[in-house]
């Protein structure tokens, strides 16, 4: 079948490779016309035959906005734009009725895999009307995983981001997780080879997974991780799945603890545990720490 | 080789069966005379050829310390027990000590793998001097799945249960992060199919573990575990990580937090929220639940 | 001075009893005729001499809304609106500039105070321009506490509903360190008087506070709050607290468990910890409990 | 009446001056002959009238260990032994059983009060049997504030010692809550007087505390805290709290936040967050901070 896709980045290249070599046509349009495969939206669309497909791969908020308004004044009824970004879940119904009005369907997809996609392929999670997502199968075909699972249709629009939402949330907790026991075994003085500890975890074990082969992976690189600072952003996700807990009164103990762990990697110094310090001295005078 | 083996229930019983298949000798005991090889830990000593190996597989506590102590009557100089159980590591220096004075050898093994350990092997985190831990190295091999992965001689005497500990730590903060988006996901409207976006996490995503396919297994038998309680007990390994965490001053925010849900999640009432329902009853005229 | 004061409820009430008795003119207004002193929003404006000070004491969200809207309607350039309400601060930014539009002045007013403000006071805190809130400096007065603290000019608008919101925020976790504090006291034996220990803390001790003092109170009401579940509402603000954070990367790890903690006490049995048990059962064939 | 008191430190020092302005012979001993008034314990014990009571305030652990030893050599039946020192609980049972069997009774007395102490006073939570207990009246009503509050007899032996940790646990949250508070106020631009909006709290809120008043003393030294590191040291007394809660099974969830969050503060940088950093750069590419 063919597919527009616009966002020709890390993960748009790739993705339209994938396609490709499962024997779709991919009319790519980038803002940068090194990876462009057309000069613009209009002429992306005016190559499409109708009904048309159009895969939006930019980044969440403004970006996206842009390019589903401009596609809905480009497009015509019967078509259909699919966001694969990392858009809000909130957004998703928005444009799913913007575009509506005028006839035009909307799918959106969580898409995870990463660096790893092109060669393993790429987890999908869709939501929206099974009018519109049934006709794109081909191309979630192309790019899913080959085993049995790796694809679902989610729900209705909006599920596929907050599905993709959920499983960074998850995700966090799970770094968070190897990332304590790691530090735990690093402190202890019995354990002579922490590294070969998470080596061996690989088989057998309750704990065992992907992510643990990405951290045996990087400890074969560093084996005390000495080149790294503890520094670690967060991508947005963490923090709309914690929102999305608070509207729905859904405790998220774990989760939380994670994306706060971030936020504190990323201070030079705690306002708070300067608070803390300041209190310490004022009722039982003891000792602080100045700054140089 | 020859192995003594004391504690013959599920999990004693399946690794007599696993390292007999790989053909060794196994001279099992356990107070069970229906499942025991020999009448006494005695005849167990005496059935053994010289140096001997005794694996004790009972109880973590009281009655790991009551067979330890009677081995260090009964046995050699020369002779060596390996602990298989989930002690604590801080429990194997004592054992060490007490049996190194009378020169008999000690390994403690950390055991992982549950029901599923005989068909796919035990993944083994094992500590002790290399004299004491290489002769072993066979009945090691015969444990552990079949793969590069699942043994490793961790460190000193200790660092095996310390090891496994961890592990355990670890995968209570793993169990908790599906847990929690788990909930989330059930809990909102837009997302349909809750156990097909878990199905689907088994490929290409960065979440998938074997941890994630036994959640899925669990969602097949029952769609909603509408026929469960929430309610988990704990084994006392996360107990034992956080308790060294805190000898350490190492934070464990997430492995913690999944701690203390369990602790919650055994509470027909929650006497802290008892205290915050009263509170805001006080200062704000807030209505509270009365007991039937 | 005049004030226009719309709802009289719980604190509406009290408040205009309490700015009337410091010698002020309070005509109030609400739905229910039986506690207004006007029939309508339209009369209570017409009442009123110009500049006219109308202060909003109605629910937050569409209630406040819809009284700024229609106070919008009714009131002239250089009048001044109020809102006393928790409202949420993003709330407030809007408001303004509706108002702004038309002349009319807004200022946002975080009231504390709870039942026991109309004897000892309401802590006052405070956002808008000089320009709108020194004029209201009277009714501040009246309402405030009578030592030398209780109100502050916190800020731009938005600023005193957001310091409102941290305090309560504050409250959240200062409440769930007492309420841990009391359950863990009241679960191990040797403290045989654990309502005296409460009480003794009133003096010489680092956590002496009004909160401590409500503690005592509501345990001499009931020693070991037999006659509450343990079950907590939660008003609102603490979870745009733990939002507010969100938005700044601002680490909050006592405040969040503490809201969590109330999310968990109105569950009567806990998704998450469904998964905990299904899972435990899945790897290790440990009993789970079935529901009745 | 009379009072052998082991310890002239920082708090001693202060209390042999608070009992005696009370009007009761204290006879002090430190290992420091400038501050004490006779040369050795032995001189000591010799200058009391049995029936002795002997107050040991000394750093907990070995210190109070060797002191508790060497009284049990130079006391009678009949005297007393009362710790005040910051011992664990579990210290208590043991020395009043060592004491015990040579008819020497045994009091543990927690006590809170700082530098403040003096002056103000000194909380004190007393645990022992009751014939142990009352002859010491006199003392503890010298050391205790002046108001109706601020001594309990909580228990049995230990549970003084207990009370005052749990104190010292809810101190650590409640210190928490207005740290996190305090820095989220600090961050978002709205509020522009983060000081006066703390002094404003001092009154008519549900905040409102002695904790508080110091936070605003310590704003007054330093508005925005910019000479101090954020930085807190942890007394023991904290985790030990967390450990008595896992042994008891009760969640902890902001007092362990609380606990942790001053552990990350002495890092200088976090080894867990190193390996979240290195597998973020493994899936997805991410960039990380290398050390310099």
Known sequence: MQLGLIGLGKMGGNMRERIRR???TVIGYDRNPEVSDVKSLAELVEKLDAPRHVWVMVPAGT???TVVDELGDLL???DTVIDGGNSRWTDDEKHAAALGIKGIGFVDAGVSGGVWGLQNGYALMVGGDKQHVEPLKPVFDALK?????????AGRVGAGHFSKMVHNGIEYAM???YAEGWELLEKVHSVENVREVFRSWQEGTVIRSWLLDLAVNALDEDEHLEKLRGYAED??????TVEAAIDNAVPLPAITASLFARF????DDSPQMKMIAALRNQFGGHAVEKKD
Not at 145 to 153: A, C, K, T
Not at 235 to 240: D, F, K, Q
């Open 22 to 24: 499962a024997g779709h």
């Open 63 to 65: 970006a996206t906005q």
């Open 76 to 78: 015509s009824p019967g």
């Open 145 to 153: 995983p080959e085993g049995p699972y790796g694809y679902v249709h």
């Open 175 to 177: 770094m968070q997780a």
């Open 235 to 240: 991508s947005g996700e963490g923090r709309w």
């Open 264 to 267: 504190a990697s990323r201070q």
